[in-house]
C-alpha cells in the first residue's frame, strides 16, 4: 500500500525564517510526485510535479526537491501570505489505465510577522 | 481559480437523507476525481472518471456513488447519510496526459457538508 508521510505536522516560523518541509514516501512505481498548497476551507493549489530523483524545481519563495524516498519543500525568506497547509501527493498506477494519487496529511506553516 | 467549479457550496442536511453534489471540470479536461477530506484523515481518494466511464475507485463506501455525463460534467450521490459523512468534498480535474500519466489534478472550492 502506497504511503506518504509529512513532517512536521505544523511548523511555526518569523517571517524572513528559512525552513524545510519534509514528504517521505513508500510506493511500487513512483510516476510523479505532487506538491499543493491548501488554504482553510478551499481547494488545494497545485505547486510542482517532480518526476525523478534529482529533479528540483522553483517558485518564488518554493523549491521542491526529490529523492528515491523523500521530497523536500524549501522556503526561503517566506512570508506571512505563504502561511497555508502544504501537502505531498505521489502517483503511481493503479490498474485498468488509471494513476491514483496518495496523499500525505500536510504541514501547516504560520508566518508570523 | 483553477477553472472547476463544484455546488453547492455549503450543504446542512440530517442523517438518514440522500445528497448530490456536482461538479464540472476544467474546459478540455476528460478526467474528474473526487475527494473527500476530514479532520482526521485527510484528503482520500473516492473514485475517478475518465471521459464518461468509471476509471478507478478508492475508499468510497458502497453507499456513495458517482457519475460522469456526455458534457464531462459529474456528480457525486451521497445517501443513507450518517454523522461520519461530515467533511469537505473535493472534486478535480485534469487533461489526458501523453501516458495519462503525470498530468496534474486542478481541484474545485470544495462542498461543505454537514450531517445533523
Known sequence: ???????????????????????????????GLFWYRQDPGKGPE??????????????????????????????????????????CAVQAYSGAGSYQLTFGKGTKLSVIP | ?????????????ATGQ???LRCSPRSGDLSVYWYQQSLDQGLQFLIQYYNGE???????????????????????????LELGDSALYFCASSAPGRDRANNEQFFGPGTRLTVL
Do not use: M, W
Not at chain 1, 510535479?49 to 522556503?75: C, D, M, Q, V, W
Not at chain 2, 481559480?1 to 442536511?13: A, E, R, W
Not at chain 2, 463506501?61 to 450521490?77: G, I, T, V, Y
Open chain 1, 46 to 87: 497545485f505547486l510542482f510535479t517532480l518526476y525523478s530523483a534529482g529533479e528540483e524545481k522553483e517558485k518564488e519563495r518554493l523549491k521542491a526537491t526529490l529523492t528515491k524516498k523523500e521530497s523536500f519543500l524549501h522556503i526561503t525568506a517566506p512570508k506571512p501570505e505563504d502561511s497555508a497547509t502544504y501537502l
Open chain 2, 54 to 80: 468509471e476509471r478507478a475507485k478508492g475508499n468510497i463506501l458502497e453507499r456513495f456513488s458517482a457519475q460522469q455525463f456526455p458534457d464531462l460534467h459529474s456528480e457525486l450521490n451521497l445517501s443513507s
Open chain 1, 1 to 31: 500500500e502506497d504511503q506518504v508521510t509529512q513532517s512536521p505536522e505544523a511548523l511555526r516560523l518569523q517571517e524572513g525564517e528559512s525552513s524545510s518541509l519534509n514528504c517521505s514516501y513508500t510506493v511500487s512505481g513512483l510516476r
Open chain 2, 1 to 13: 481559480d483553477s477553472g472547476v467549479t463544484q455546488t453547492p457550496k455549503h450543504l446542512i442536511t
Open chain 2, 18 to 20: 440522500r445528497v448530490t
